[in-house]
């Protein structure tokens, strides 16, 4: 008999996100527990939603609760606290229960971007140079412009505009103050990579499996600068979201494809351990590749990026829901 499992997910709440014009990225997660559910149920496994509301305290008694032989996480955390994503993790971990996704460690880190970048280098991964910076600390400011300024701590493309991407000091002040004020009193400010970008998603089982590679084409109006903001991922009007694709598999080299996949396998052993996770990569006019971001549990509703690739290897959506529902009890003792 295949075993029970709960899928478990935040209940969607716009909260802070909701004054800021961001809420549809927490309302996305609906389309990822719709897939999933029917996959599962597809599949033959008995699948039930277990949505999860405030407070942590709250939460945490519901996981208590739960009569179930694994558990499928789709939580994400909640909006005001966006660390409660790995607190649920390690909830689980902690209750015994198994379940699909990353580790607690893993989700802690990668959601602390310059942390994780602190690590990438140390373990002589390219990424582009960086610093946190205050409204009150801009005299410090060392980079090359351009850069790009982002939120530290956020997923899903929160905070990024076609504003993000600035070439002098009174932008660089204005981004800074803007993204402190919104997010949590400091900005993450990159140097900016303006090049081919590309990004791969790894299973980690008992070896880490990459899937084939992704590009994003860019053919956006003149004057707008070449990222994912959030426009390009949730606002289906926009320009950006027009101007923008995902191309799977990605035109490239065996040179170039072999440094991705080894280069995001080390970034997966690295960061996350096990789970599965989405790796970022942007290559500069000299064809040097760099990683710009590391996303565990990355969307992987239908249409994203993660189903995406999957599809390009070979499987349909429900193997690829199963995949992940085995590698959890891979790493389940016993």
């Known amino acids: 008999m295949r075993p029970a499992i709960a899928i478990i997910y935040n209940e969607p709440d716009p909260g802070r996100y909701g004054s800021l014009g961001e809420e549809k990225a927490v309302r996305g997660v609906m389309d990822s527990v719709e897939a999933v559910h029917q996959a599962l149920v597809g599949l033959g496994y008995p699948a039930t939603r277990a949505p999860l509301s405030p407070s942590l305290e709250r939460a945490q008694e519901t996981l208590k609760k739960l009569r179930t032989d694994l558990v499928f996480n789709l ?14 993790a390690g909830t689980l971990e902690t209750l015994g229960k198994p379940y699909t996704g990353c580790p607690e460690k893993a989700l802690a880190l990668a959601l602390n971007k310059a942390e994780t970048k602190a690590l990438l280098i140390a373990g002589g991964i390219s990424t582009p140079g960086y610093q946190l910076l205050s ?8 980079l090359l412009f351009p850069c790009i300024v982002k939120p530290p701590e956020e997923d899903a493309s929160h905070g990024l505009t ?7 000091r009174d932008a660089l002040a204005k981004q800074v103050g803007r993204v402190s004020r919104l997010y949590g009193g400091q900005a993450l400010v990159e140097e900016f990579v303006d090049g081919r970008e590309f990004n791969i998603t790894v299973l980690g089982g008992k070896e880490p499996v990459a899937l084939p590679v992704s590009e ?8 707008l600068p070449h990222i994912l903001t959030f426009a390009a991922k949730w606002e289906k009007g926009s320009p950006y979201f027009k101007g923008t694709k995902a191309v799977c598999p990605a035109e490239i080299n065996d040179e170039q494809l072999k440094e991705i ?5 080390q970034v997966f052993r ?4 096990s789970g599965y996770a989405r790796v970022d990569f942007r290559m500069d006019a000299g064809g040097r590749l760099h990683v710009i971001e590391v996303n565990p549990n990355p969307d992987i509703s239908p249409e994203a990026g993660a189903a995406r690739q999957a599809r390009t290897a070979g499987m349909t959506y429900p193997q690829f829901i199963e995949k992940l529902v085995e590698m959890a009890l891979e790493r389940t003792p016993g």
């Open 75 to 88: 939580f994400e955390g909640f909006p005001e606290s966006p660390k409660t994503e790995a607190t649920i």
């Open 135 to 142: 409204p009150n600390a801009l005299s410090s400011f060392h």
């Open 162 to 168: 076609e504003e993000s991407v600035i070439h002098d």
């Open 216 to 223: 994003i084409i860019f053919s956006l109006p003149l004057g």
């Open 261 to 265: 996949v080894d280069t995001a396998s």
């Open 270 to 273: 690295l960061v996350c351990g």
